[in-house]
T-cell receptor, first 115, second 104 residues
């Protein structure tokens, strides 16, 4: 597809379980971003990948959160030992380059519900 | 560590200009200001971005103050479909957004 693809679109998990969320960026985009959006709230920055540079992890809320980007393309966000406050929509975006003057394209998100 | 401050909500009459302010007083010299909007339950949509000069595209205009500490997004002729939450972004951090309601 031409856009950013995220899977699954919805995920319900039990408290304490681990989850993996996947993001397929637009082909050729070297920059990839993860955000989360709690109900009725704005977007909270989580992590940013740019090419082979060390990722900017400054937004990860705890050590239960981690993300990888394999081969400079697909990214996986992992949440370990999920808690109810992790329930949110997790959004992924990609942009052509990590330069500061490029537009990011967002996926439709993964809605995570921790019960 | 919010980088931007925006009013929580604004109303605008259909056909009139909507002026959405954003404060970003801690912006550094080489950081761009981006504006995105989010229509209910959809992913954010890019609108415009700028560094120092005012910018205009088919969607909106962006006015950036000379000291770069604030900016204003202008939708010149708001329509009902422009009802959305508008986000001002600096350094990959979204503000809380302004909920713009365009009224007939």
């Amino acid at each position: 597809g031409a856009g950013v693809s995220q899977s699954p679109s919805n995920k319900v998990t039990e408290k304490g379980k681990d989850v993996e969320l996947r993001c397929d960026p637009i082909s050729g985009h070297t920059a990839l971003y993860w955000y989360r959006q709690s109900l009725g709230q704005g977007l909270e920055f989580l992590i940013y990948f740019q090419g082979n540079s060390a990722p900017d992890k400054s937004g990860l809320p705890s050590d239960r959160f981690s993300a990888e980007r394999t081969g400079g393309s697909v990214s996986t966000l992992t949440i370990q030992r999920t808690q109810q406050e992790d329930s949110a929509v997790y959004l992924c975006a990609s942009s052509l380059e990590g330069r500061l003057n490029t537009e990011a394209f967002f996926g439709q998100g993964t809605r995570l519900t921790v019960v | 560590d919010a980088k931007t401050t925006q009013p929580t909500s604004m109303d605008c009459a259909e056909g009139r200009a909507a002026n959405l302010p954003c404060n970003h007083s801690t912006i550094s010299g080489n950081e761009y200001v981006y504006w995105y909007r989010q229509i209910h339950s959809q992913g954010p949509q890019y609108i415009i971005h700028g560094l120092k000069n005012n910018e205009t595209n088919e969607m909106a205009s962006l006015i950036i103050t000379e000291d770069r500490k604030s900016s204003t997004l202008i939708l010149p002729h708001a329509t009902l479909r422009d009802t959305a939450v508008y986000y001002c972004i600096v350094m990959k951090r979204f503000g809380a957004g302004t909920r713009l309601t365009v009224k007939p």
